[in-house]
């Protein structure tokens, strides 16, 4: 029965982190609700778990989401020092998890800095993503010893199944963005080749001649081709060359 409830609540899991996807207008917007809904999961009645998200680009990092102002902030303070329990979880590919932040020996000045603003306990596990991108989910306590046991394999567990939610995130953002680019490239395309007809109806020339009048005039003018044709077209009074496009 155990089992059984368990499969259960992962395939709940598993289906609501799809529906946020597929609701999600970009990227951001589906990490800011997983971090929310990651520390919902976590957390227990008076006893709340903080969540960010830390994203390592170009070995440069930044907090992407976080759970609340409080979480933001416990990420950001390892950004100063350069180095740090979720920044070594994104870069190495591995869960750090400190029980403890008293007894812990490893970043002596983080350590202070974030035990001073209450927080005792650090759970920070990779996302399994694709490519050079690296992430990881910080997870915060004012409690010592709160990501032990049972719980540091359900946080695990969650992330496992987060990582497939967010590839897919990633993956459709990264479709969207190449269609937003096809479309702006046909749309360009389309106005040149507009200007090019309108330069052979004026001067009974080529579609090689007017293009490359269409250039000359670009660089005479020191102006963007796409430009110089854009005036073309609107010297016609007949509006803006529009592309047909479904994407």
Not at 28 to 48: I, M, N, Q, T
Not at 102 to 117: D, F, T
Not at 135 to 147: E, I, Q, T, V
Not at 180 to 203: C, F, H, W, Y
Request: net charge negative; proline share 3%; with cysteine.
């Amino acid at each position: 029965m155990a089992r059984e409830s368990t499969a259960k609540s992962e395939t709940s899991i598993t289906e609501h982190l799809n529906e946020m996807v597929l609701a999600s207008s970009d990227v951001e917007a589906f990490l800011h609700e997983l971090a929310r809904v990651s520390a919902r999961s976590l957390s227990e009645p008076g006893d709340e778990v903080l969540c960010g998200i830390t994203l390592l680009r170009h070995r440069k990092a930044a907090t992407v989401a976080s759970s609340t102002p409080e979480a933001q902030a416990m990420d950001e303070i390892q950004y100063d020092f350069g180095d740090g329990p979720c920044m070594t979880a994104s870069r190495e590919q591995e869960t750090v998890h400190i029980p403890d932040l008293e007894e812990h020996g490893l970043w002596p000045q983080y350590s202070r800095k974030v035990l001073a603003q209450g927080v005792r306990s650090i759970l920070a596990i990779p996302f399994q993503l694709e490519g050079e991108t690296r992430a990881a989910l910080n997870l915060y306590s004012h409690r010592p010893g709160r990501f032990e046991g049972r719980v540091l394999d359900l946080a695990e567990d969650f992330v496992t199944q987060t990582s497939m939610a967010l590839r897919l995130a990633v993956r459709f953002a990264h479709y969207s963005e190449a269609a937003a680019n096809l479309k702006a490239t046909l749309e360009s395309r389309t106005v040149i080749d507009v200007a090019v007809g309108v330069i052979m109806a004026q001067n009974r020339c080529s579609q090689e001649e007017a293009f490359q009048l269409l250039k000359a005039a670009s660089s005479t003018r020191n102006i963007k081709l796409h430009s110089v044709a854009t005036a073309i077209v609107d010297s016609l009074g007949k509006g803006p060359a529009k592309t047909h496009y479904e994407g």
